[in-house]
């Protein structure tokens, strides 16, 4: 293991601001910084209008007072004029979507210090008027094909659960809070905290203000992408209705249900979860996505279309071995358009109905822009053509439009803070595997200014998921360790999605397994390029990479030191105690903890504890429902008990997405380069 240089060692100890400010007075334009996070504009959900003429689109930026994302809505023409917000301020503004003959625009917001709710526009005089009076926010927003009624979800609650009946307090005492009774399986999820009981149903409501009515009831949740029929009769959705729900929440079906009476009808009924129904424009058909559940870990999700009068269904991705996130008619009632990631790339493509795709666009992407995984939507007007999100490794999302000729960006958001700023140059690069014959791929960042002829630390960068894929785009956390002088490595091991089904499924209850020899092997292909201190090894990753990374310093003593960020450390207390146990038990183990508790051990990095030299840093959010906390702290508390250098870094306030927040995203960035910084020797040297 590594020495600490004293007389180096304070320079690296320097905030990342200080070190970028130094570089600043160099005769480069300046490297990307912290607090540049508040700074950056990324475009999400954009909404071309049904003439193809008009883009709407959320503009998202990070207030620095407030610490949290804003959301206002900008128009632009098709052609790239006219450029302006639409709806903006100290309020939020979210989902919108044009009317069908686009005359309207419905959106939400919380304008007048409400609630979240519905508004419509009218974009010809700009008037707007508020829809709604919800208990709780809306979701799913679409309109009716005649453009006189929107439906949409939310949650109606039900009863708070109770056993005992409290006797009655005197007048004026103060008594402990009331007992919490909970009888749920699901009973809290990350990022939304302790769940109200209650369903989520279908409500629609009068596009000229009324009241909204409930058309669906029961003990069942109906949320996601919704369809109305071409006559507005009747609307599918997505549900799961079966009697054990509750122990199989994948196992979704498409209903049709009646506006009027709330009459359900059930369409679909395969093992499986079938989502984001669409009618085609002549009503005959019914296109939706989802799969045959076989208890893999992970499956692609495909195309499928249904004959409306006889109900027959076919499958028109077959040949695709790739997972479809999305799918829109064109216009055209024998064409689809669909995106669908490749290789940690998300296209756009169409779709015959022979199954024959066409590659439109393949540069969507960036609007997460913590860490590089694919990301990105598109919609489409009647004409065919598309607003969608469009990002690269240099930049987040700008708005992209496409039709037949061609595709460009309609936006440079950030081209007044980036383009002044010297970025890490990204470049793919690909290694075979110690083990197995997969050719595995991944991305090389440098650091500003990079000259190989100088040795430079290497941190290796680890995606969660486990079944995720990371890409070319553009991530503040790997610009800011590349700023800080570090060359990183990030990639897809065996597990990632975009690569196909087996390969995804090489970890299918072997997870982590081989994909540790994957991320090791391109650790020593980098190192063979002649430009990496090899005793400046440093490995981080976050969620499923904080597993791997944990596991990886439970093998090896290669690294100086490790950064493990909301990490699974023992399986069977997360299957437990996180908010997903059917999911991990059911998918992720063949059998339950209690079954088979060797199985759960034996993938478990704390099962490795006892191996481990490498300083390291856990971090983790402290209301983070979905990698416990106390996953961080069994493993933090084991290691001190063993004398290993370790440190544990508490997010306060924080779930799973520790990045949430921009000043959680700076405070993840800086105490990782900083606790790295311990255990690095002197500035990048000429060999």
Not at 471 to 484: R, W
Request: net charge negative.
């Amino acid at each position: 293991m590594l020495r600490l240089l004293p007389t180096f060692l304070l320079i690296w100890c320097l905030p990342i601001s200080v070190l970028a400010a130094e570089h600043s007075t160099a005769p480069s334009t300046g490297y990307f910084l912290n607090t540049d996070v508040f700074e950056l504009e990324v475009v999400t959900d954009p909404q071309i209008s049904p003439s193809g003429n008009q883009i709407v689109y959320v503009r998202q930026s990070n207030d620095i007072m407030i610490d949290r994302a804003r959301s206002n809505i900008w128009i632009v023409g098709s052609d790239g004029k006219n450029h302006r917000p639409l709806l903006s301020g100290a309020q939020s503004y979210t989902s919108p979507r044009w009317s069908p003959s686009g005359d309207r625009l419905a959106y939400i917001s919380s304008e007048e210090g409400r609630g979240p709710e519905l508004y419509v526009r009218w974009m010809d005089t700009g008037q707007t008027a508020l829809l709604s009076n919800l208990a709780e926010s809306p979701s799913g927003l679409l309109w009716s094909p005649n453009g006189t009624m929107l439906a949409f979800s939310a949650l109606v609650k039900s009863p708070k659960e109770s056993l005992a009946t409290p006797p009655e307090k005197p007048e004026g005492a103060q008594w402990a809070p009331p007992a919490i009774v909970i009888e749920r399986l699901k009973y809290r999820s990350d990022g939304s905290g302790y769940l109200e009981p209650g369903y989520n149903q279908l409500f629609v409501i009068p596009a000229d203000a009324g009241s909204p009515r409930q058309i669906t009831a029961g003990e069942f949740n109906h949320q996601g992408t919704f369809a109305w029929s071409p006559n507005g009769e009747r609307i599918v959705l997505s549900s799961n209705r079966n009697a054990d729900w509750r122990l199989k929440g994948q196992n979704k079906d498409l209903w049709s249900v009646s506006v009027a009476s709330g009459e359900m009808i059930q369409l679909t009924q395969r093992d499986g979860p079938d989502h984001s129904p669409s009618f085609s424009p002549d009503g005959k058909k019914l296109v939706f996505l989802g799969y045959e559940d076989k208890k893999m870990g992970y499956h692609n999700t495909l195309v499928s279309l249904m004959d409306v009068a006889d109900g027959s269904i076919e499958n028109l991705t077959a040949n695709l071995d790739r997972s479809v996130n999305t799918v829109r008619w064109t216009g055209s009632s024998t064409q689809l358009m669909i995106s669908y990631d490749d290789f940690g790339k998300k296209n756009i493509a169409t779709l015959s109905m022979e199954g024959e795709l066409q590659l439109l666009v393949k540069d969507v992407g960036g609007v997460g822009i913590s860490r590089p995984y694919t990301s990105g939507s598109f919609s489409i007007a009647r004409n065919g053509t598309i607003a969608y999100t469009a990002g690269s490794e240099q930049r987040p999302a700008d708005l992209g439009f496409a039709n037949r000729r061609g595709a460009r960006k309609l936006t440079s958001l950030n081209e007044d803070l980036l383009g002044h700023k010297t970025l890490g140059e990204v470049e793919e690069i690909s290694w075979r595997s110690s083990v197995g014959d997969h050719d595995i791929s991944g991305w090389l960042v440098t650091p500003p200014d990079f000259d190989p002829s100088q040795k430079y630390p290497l941190m290796l960068e680890i995606h969660g998921g486990p079944f995720t894929a990371y890409g070319p785009h553009f991530s503040v956390e790997v610009q800011l360790y590349a700023a800080a002088g570090y060359v990183v490595l990030y990639t897809n091991p065996r597990g990632s999605t975009s690569y196909g089904f087996d390969f995804a499924n090489e970890i299918h209850h072997d997870y982590p397994g081989q994909d540790y020899d994957d991320l090791m092997s391109g650790v020593d292909a980098v190192i063979e390029m002649g430009y990496i201190d090899e005793e400046q090894l440093f490995v981080t990753g976050g969620s499923g990479g904080g597993v791997l990374s944990s596991w990886i310093i439970g093998k090896t003593d290669r690294f100086a030191a490790a950064a493990v960020a909301k990490p699974v450390i023992n399986w069977a207390s997360m299957a437990l105690y996180s908010d997903i146990p059917e999911v991990v038990a059911s998918y992720w183990f063949e059998k339950p903890p209690w079954e088979d508790y060797e199985a759960y051990w034996e993938r478990s990095p704390l099962s490795l504890v006892g191996n481990v030299s490498t300083p390291t840093m856990l971090i983790a959010g402290e209301s983070d429902m979905r990698t416990p906390m106390p996953e961080s702290e069994q493993y933090y508390q084991a290691l001190k008990m063993r004398g290993i250098d370790s440190a544990l870094v508490r997010i306060p306030e924080s779930s799973h997405g520790i990045a949430s927040r921009p000043s959680n995203l700076i405070a993840k960035v800086d105490n990782i380069l900083a606790w790295f910084a311990r255990y690095r020797n002197v500035a990048p040297q000429s060999y």
